[in-house]
T-cell receptor, first 114, second 110 residues
Framework: NAGVTQTPKFRILKIGQSMTLQCAQD?????MYWYRQDPGMGLKLIYY???????DKGEVPNGYNVSRSTTEDFPLRLELAAPSQTSVYFC?????????????FGQGTRLTVV | GQQLNQSPQSMFIQEGEDVSMNCTSS?????WLWYKQEPGEGPVLLIA?????ELTSNGRLTAQFGITRKDSFLNISASIPSDVGIYFC??????????FGAGTRLTVKP
């Protein structure tokens, strides 16, 4: 049982390059989230999805795009990387029905834009 | 949008001491969640609260959902070195998106 899997774990991008951060979960969770965590700070919500085909903006969506074509996968796309996007990115999933609202997090992707 | 204010920002305590941290919000919520994050890892759920006034324990951890539904606290009793980490409060806004406080960084000196 893998839980939430993020790839890659580390990446260095040059300004203006693009990349996709992958997130997959095998728990059949409907809700998935992308967060960024800057050094010494909390987690800021970038985008979330409540099911396949449905995505919504969070607090800090600018510079990012997402898609949710399947329940399992929720990739995050950076089109034109900027130094301000240097951060650790976490993906999470929840199965919100019933009393258990625990979010399961991936181990994070550490991105540096130079 | 709503804001989660978490305090204190950091704590340096001696092993064996008790710890208390809290979160307040500008909005009323239905759920309060407390997470712990260790270095290089994603957050892990400690306690979830679903009703105003609810008091829930998980070992040495106790958390309460404030009566006004705008605040929550987390207490850790008899701290040990492995309690070190960042503690986050979180809430599920509109039961959909989930937002986090800025975190309380706990250091425990042996």
């Amino acid at each position: 049982n893998a839980g939430v899997t993020q790839t890659p774990k580390f990446r260095i991008l040059k300004i203006g390059q693009s990349m996709t951060l992958q997130c997959a979960q095998d728990m059949n969770h409907n809700y998935m989230y992308w967060y960024r965590q800057d050094p010494g700070m909390g987690l800021k919500l970038i985008y979330y999805s409540v099911g396949a085909g449905i995505t919504d903006k969070g607090e800090v969506p600018n510079g990012y795009n997402v898609s949710r074509s399947t329940t399992e996968d929720f990739p995050l796309r950076l089109e034109l990387a900027a130094p301000s996007q240097t951060s650790v990115y976490f993906c999470a999933s929840i199965h919100p029905q019933g009393p258990n609202t625990e979010a399961f997090f991936g181990q994070g992707t550490r991105l540096t834009v130079v | 949008g709503q804001q989660l204010n978490q305090s204190p920002q950091s704590m340096f305590i001696q092993e064996g001491e008790d710890v208390s941290m809290n979160c307040t919000s500008s909005s009323i919520f239905n759920t309060w969640l407390w997470y712990k994050q260790e270095p290089g890892e994603g957050p892990v759920l400690l306690i979830a609260l679903y009703k105003a006034g609810e008091l829930t324990s998980n070992g040495r951890l106790t958390a309460q959902f404030g009566i006004t539904r705008k605040d929550s606290f987390l207490n850790i009793s008899a701290s040990i070195p492995s309690d070190v980490g960042i503690y986050f409060c979180a809430e599920r806004y509109n039961n959909n998106d989930m937002r986090f406080g800025a975190g309380t960084r706990l250091t425990v000196k042996p």
